[in-house]
């Protein structure tokens, strides 16, 4: 994998709420990102709702206030339709790979969204979470943060031998699933295993 890739992290998340995080996950969003460009990766976001926006912010305010340089190295935003039910699933499925094979890591957040009046978990994640594996992508989904992402971190540490080569880093995705971890614990866990 080339360096940039390696260095490329996507983040898949949607968020109606927070779950387990409860009123720190929007805190939690913004100092996983500056954290992230911190450690010198660059983002890549599909601007999920509740979740992009607040990479967004954060990762803006990293770049021109704190280390004050350019954009356009650092972040990259595809938004997704917010009406993806006009797009064919062949286009829905083509854009995602498109996004996604340009980063090396992808981190899950959350993973709901406001269907019918009620709250849902987020298909679509999962399907981020295939592509990234194909693309051979190191997946890091945040169980902590609930719905979709809990069932896929649950599914990695299951079958962790399936994912990893060795079991290094197993204690530290085993931390991405406690809820009771402070949001800078959970932070650094993901910085951690992303390196």
Known sequence: MDVNRQKTVFISGSAYEYGPLGDEGQSFIRELSRGLLKNDFKIISGFGAG???????????????????????????????????????????????????????????????????????????????????????????????????????????????DYFDNREKFPLYEQLGNPGIPIDGLIDAILQIAQ
């Open 51 to 161: 979740v992009g926006n607040f990479v967004v912010e954060a990762a803006l305010d990293e770049i021109y206030t704190v280390r004050k340089e350019k954009m356009t190295d650092q972040l990259k935003v595809f938004p997704f339709p917010t009406r993806a039910a006009a797009l064919l699933e062949t286009i829905q499925a083509d854009y995602r790979q498109d996004i996604i094979s340009q980063a090396g890591i992808a981190i899950f957040l959350f993973g709901n969204k406001l269907e019918d009046i009620s709250i849902r978990e987020a298909d679509g994640m999962q399907k981020e979470f295939d592509i990234a594996r194909s693309c051979k992508a190191l997946l890091i989904p945040v169980g902590a943060s609930g719905y979709i992402a809990r069932k896929l971190w649950q599914q990695v540490l299951e079958t962790y031998d």
